[in-house]
């Protein structure tokens, strides 16, 4: 079924974009050696993922807001509703896919940079498997180099800027927050609440990472007990 699926799209980007489709010749051939219980995970994530943002209800004027983007399949989802969206991706083999992509859709922006508490520059550490194909792997780039899926010396400088402030300086509510940032969720979102800008947010999605991630478990618990403490109902930290 599968595999019928990526066939049908493989058609479908042919005849309507060429450019992009020959483009990601790598990309076909990889997936039609690799259509095992990865793509399967993929695909299911994604369904479950387009489910939740199906609840959202996003409209033309909305405002909606992904950061770590990747190539866009998220982003797709909340642009095909006609909402306004701003789509955040540091890592810069995922940003050419995702600004090809949206490159005639008015209302995506498409951003090539990272979403922190802070404005800085910082390195971006690739997955281990990232030296195998650069844009199938980047999903799983990372500010933190305690991930256990990256490879240390292999990295990208990249800008990071704050989205609290970003958000302040949109001035208006936002419908729906995406974020999968790879660790870094929690000093986000603290400062989010500190500002009080999370009461800007309508609703935000967090895919958390103290799984992969151990050592993150302390930080982590104890914004869930910041939450239910604060009450904080337009939080949902188990959106996978």
Not at 55 to 80: E, F, K, Y
Not at 120 to 140: F, M, Q, T, V
Request: proline letters at 3%; charged letters at 25%.
């Amino acid at each position: 079924m599968l595999k019928k699926l990526v066939h049908k799209f493989k058609s479908i980007l042919r005849w309507t974009n060429p450019k992009l489709y020959y483009s990601m010749r790598e990309v076909w051939h990889w997936m039609e050696e690799h259509l095992g219980f990865l793509a399967k995970r993929m695909s299911f994530r994604l369904d479950i993922h387009l489910l939740s943002l199906a609840n959202v209800n996003l409209q033309p004027g909305d405002v909606a807001i992904d950061c770590g983007a990747n190539v866009g399949n998220i982003t797709a989802r909340m642009a095909s509703t006609g909402a306004t969206v701003y789509a955040f991706e540091p890592n810069p083999y995922a940003f050419q896919i995702l600004k090809r992509r949206f490159a005639r859709a008015p209302n995506v922006h498409c951003i090539n940079k990272g979403v922190l508490d802070r404005n800085d520059k910082l390195r971006l550490y690739l997955p281990k498997n990232a030296c195998k194909h650069k844009i199938i792997w980047s999903e799983g780039s990372s500010l933190l180099s305690c991930k256990r899926d990256v490879n240390v010396e292999t990295f990208i400088e990249i800008s990071v800027i704050d989205l609290a402030q970003f958000i302040n300086d949109l001035n208006t509510r936002i419908r729906v927050v995406k974020m999968d940032v790879e660790g870094v969720e929690s000093q986000i979102i603290n400062k989010l609440i500190d500002s009080g800008l999370i009461k800007k947010i309508e609703l935000l999605l967090v895919e958390l990472h103290d799984k992969q991630i151990p050592s993150l478990k302390k930080k982590t618990d104890k914004l869930r007990r910041r939450i239910v403490a604060e009450k904080l109902t337009n939080i949902n930290l188990d959106w996978t």
